[in-house]
């Protein structure tokens, strides 16, 4: 990048960047994608626990059932497993069997954090001897510390387990995650799930494509903040003569597909209800176009993190399910329209996800000061 090109690539603000981030996001109005397809189309779906990927479609898609994400699960065709930034997510078994090889460098310097409590350990006849065990039969993680212990019992179990989860594709086998039902984690590898091999770890370019079709614009610190992987700076520059560069309000070099939708800045954004962890408040270095300045953090305590919602499109307050009552906390105040919009956007998730089920919904305390 040139000082010359920078300065004179057209500005984005704040708000023309939250509008285009919100239409990737299918935020900003429902689209009628099936669940696979929207899945695949944001590239995964943050799913630390069982129910954020539901609620995230919930809010995105138009006529959504739960139980078409579900049975997707049950079917292999959407699965659980560590990828991006060595965080759960739901993916098509294909972005799986890519994606995983794609932040696979990142795994390996993950694993490199945890030396000490691996001295003495051939990782690569664990990662022999972890396919063979939850090959023949699904595995937990308690499972798996013990059959490595039995072999290397001057390890760190935690550090056995992440060697595990680090050197091998491991996907969580249903019941888990399934809609109304789950269970704990047992593991099983993505292509003895899948019944196909992983791919080889492709050239970055075509990511670079999906994650600003999702999430653009975008700068390359953006996208390193999404995947947790260094190196994307050769594929931003091999693919500039084929995208649109603009810059932030601080000259931040942003790149964007040239005929993605940049809504304009005063579009009406609804309120949405975002679980805990979605990728849209995650995805970017800087969250100022979703996370105004004076609300940074207040939807994490320690390393809990709250569900979300949105009003204008930005950050503004958090929610929870208490027994039979919606609770909503705004960060700030809402006017009496905007409460009335958010509470009729929680009466339509309730109906969504909990069809037939009675809630109250209230204004008042979801974090613990």
Known sequence: MTKTTSQAAPVLGVRALNRATLDRQLLLRRCPLTA??????????????????????????????P?????????????????????????TADDCLTLRPFVQPARERELAQFRKGLAGVDLDRLAVLVRELVEAEPRTMRQLREALLATW???????????ARCRLPLVQVTPRGLWGRSGQVVLTT???????????????????????????????????TWAGVTGLNSAFERLRPRLAVF??????????????????????APPRFLPEFDNLLLSHADRARVVPPEYWGRNWQGNQSYRTFLVDGFLAGVWKLADDTLV???????????????????ERMLAVLHPGAS??????????R
């Open 153 to 163: 019992p001057d390890a760190d179990p935690q550090a056995l387990a992440l060697a």
């Open 247 to 268: 810059r932030d309000e601080h000259g931040v070099e942003l790149f964007d597909l040239p005929d993605a939708p940049r809504p304009d800045p005063d579009v009406p």
């Open 67 to 91: 139980m078409e994400l579900s049975g997707l699960m049950a079917d292999r065709e959407v699965v659980r497993i560590v990828t991006l930034r060595s965080t759960i997510h739901t993916h």
């Open 359 to 368: 809630y109250d919904i209230r204004f008042g305390a979801v974090v613990r």
């Open 190 to 224: 993505a292509e003895h799930w899948l019944g196909r091999p992983v791919e080889p770890e492709p050239a970055p370019d075509e990511t670079v494509l999906r994650y600003l079709a999702a999430f653009g614009p975008a700068s390359v610190r953006d996208m390193r």
């Open 328 to 346: 909503l906390e705004p960060f700030g105040t809402l006017t009496k329209a905007q409460r009335e919009d958010v509470t009729a956007e929680g």
């Open 36 to 65: 696979r397809a929207a899945v695949a189309h944001l590239v995964g779906l943050q799913a630390q626990n069982v129910t954020p990927p539901y609620h995230a479609l919930a809010a995105r898609l138009e006529g959504f059932d």
